[in-house]
């Protein structure tokens, strides 16, 4: 809205300078010279102004629909990290999904990817503490999907054999009704999966 304020006063601005210069050029002109040759350059500045006016116009129009259809739309904010539960031993990776959009959004489901991997990990298995999939959410409402104890050894398992050895392009997907909304991994946790699967490759090969 402060970006459509702030075009219609620029378009308010222009056509009173406009004014004020076509007033000031028809005052200190003779009648001659501003018949002849003020009176065309002014219309045609006129014009000028006029479309760029309508212009504008359209332009906020368009601005506003599209800032409305995003208003009207499901979104849905994602967290992934480690989190730590009351009478639960160690810690535990969790996906937190808030709804921040005005249509309710429907979660079916969970995966960590990579653009260098040709499949992806689809989390079947949650805590038994989990929220449940699938899940309907309305506006506010969060979910948290906790997933099983040590699934950073699948996520290891996972970088060794589908992404060369190397976690920096992971990603974390939550499906919903409408859409799918893909985040970067937090770099501290890329860092901790990498850590996880260097140190399985080095027990895999002396292991043989």
């Known amino acids: 809205m402060e970006k459509a304020l702030i075009l219609i006063c620029a378009g308010l601005l222009i056509s009173i300078l406009s004014f004020a210069l076509g007033v000031t050029a028809g005052v200190s002109t003779s009648y001659e010279y501003f018949t002849e040759t003020l009176v065309p350059i002014l219309s045609m500045l006129g014009n000028w102004v006029a479309g760029l006016g309508a212009l504008g116009a359209v332009l906020v129009a368009l601005w506003l629909a599209e800032k409305q259809k ?42 960590i990817s990579s653009p260098d991997a040709s499949t992806s990990i689809f989390i079947a298995n949650y ?80 292991s043989r």
Not at 93 to 108: C, E, H, I
Not at 134 to 156: D, H, K, M, V, W
Not at 194 to 199: D, I, M, V
């Open 127 to 206: 805590h038994h503490l989990s929220s449940q999939i699938p899940i309907s959410l309305g506006y506010g409402a969060q979910a948290n999907f906790i997933l099983t104890y040590n699934f950073e050894n699948e996520i290891a398992s996972y970088i060794n054999k589908w992404c060369t050895g190397s976690a920096n392009k992971l990603e974390l997907i939550v499906f919903s009704s409408l859409k799918n909304y893909t985040i970067k991994i937090d770099k501290e946790l890329i860092e901790n999966f990498q850590k996880l699967a260097e140190k399985q490759k080095q027990a895999s090969l002396e």
């Open 70 to 111: 995003l208003d009207d739309s499901e979104n849905l904010k994602v967290n992934f990290g480690f989190v730590i539960i009351s009478g639960q031993k160690g810690h535990l990776l969790s996906v937190r999904v808030v709804s921040n959009g005005k249509r309710p959004s429907t979660v079916s489901g969970v995966s």
